[in-house]
């Protein structure tokens, strides 16, 4: 399997808009891999995770073919994963030929509720472009040729926000943010069903700041990882990554990467691939 990380950052980006902060100050110095756009990523080349703000930056600076991208999962409707309004470049008269294939899109209720207001208002559903799945956390999705588990998050729980187990047949992978510690639920799942995960992406949004409740920061993780382990879902050979971070986090991708590696954690950037 393969992983794409189009962005990395969590709401604000890094640096953040119109902050001076010290880790803003030192990336805006640094620029390179310390520059992060809002967290977005594909699988496998086909299946696009989340919609962010920073969708056509990708398209301009890491070739996100997005005319390709026949389905797409969203992890919660939080302005930094989801802009409805960019769903208005796929109508008709915006997005060549008349005849092309629709847009699957994968989320939990408050999702595709929030879609599928965007498009009625504007008169645009009955075009056929953009067909709304309705995810139920727990239940199997075969989508684009993959087993897509949604698991609940432990985020803000008012927009039904999920994390992804993601299979291919032959390897299988943990997409974890936006989230702090899993729920009970989760865990509970994990412990039940077992599932062997190669490759595992987690929130780090509190990087070496303490626990911050809806995120997770780097000793939240490293305890996931070991809990993973402990449950045989998790071995040796599974890769762990870092992803979705803020600039209120501490530290810069330069810093944070010697730290993250003694722990046995890769740290994502912009741009970055992973093939597992």
């Known amino acids: ?6 962005g990395t950052a969590a709401a604000e980006g890094v640096p953040g808009l119109f902050c001076e902060c010290e880790t803003c100050q030192k990336s805006r110095k640094y620029g390179g891999r310390n ?21 056509l930056y990708h ?3 890491f070739g996100l073919e997005l005319h390709k991208i026949q389905n797409m999962i969203i992890t919660h409707k939080h302005s930094d994963h989801l802009r409805t309004s960019d769903f208005f470049n796929l109508a ?3 997005a060549y030929p008349d005849d092309r294939k629709p847009l699957h899109i994968y989320g939990t209720q408050p999702t595709i509720d929030d879609i599928a207001y965007m498009l009625q208002k504007n008169n645009m559903i009955s075009q ?3 067909i709304l799945h309705e995810v139920i956390p727990y239940e199997k999705y075969e ?16 927009v039904s926000p999920v994390i992804y187990d993601i299979s291919d047949g032959d390897k299988r992978m943990l997409y974890g943010n936006d989230t702090g510690w899993f729920t009970d639920k989760t865990w509970e799942y994990i412990e039940n069903n ?8 987690l929130d780090c949004t509190c990087g070496v700041k303490p626990d911050c409740g809806c995120h997770m920061n780097l000793e939240l993780c490293v305890k996931t990882a070991d809990k993973l382990r402990e449950l ?8 762990f990554y870092l992803h979705h971070f803020s600039h209120n986090d501490g530290v810069t991708y330069d810093e944070l990467v010697p730290i993250a590696e003694k722990l046995g954690f890769g740290v994502s950037y912009d741009g970055l691939e992973v093939e597992f």
């Open 1 to 6: 399997m393969k992983l794409k990380y189009y």
């Open 35 to 55: 520059f992060r756009s809002r967290s977005q990523a594909l699988v496998n080349g086909k299946l696009l995770i989340d919609f962010p703000p920073d969708t």
């Open 59 to 61: 398209v301009f600076n």
């Open 92 to 94: 008709k008269t915006y």
């Open 128 to 130: 056929g472009r953009w």
């Open 143 to 158: 989508i684009d040729g993959m087993t897509v588990i949604p698991y609940c998050a432990n985020h803000d729980f008012s």
């Open 194 to 201: 077992k599932p062997k995960f190669d490759f595992v992406s």
């Open 232 to 239: 045989g879902c998790a071995d040796k050979d599974t890769v």
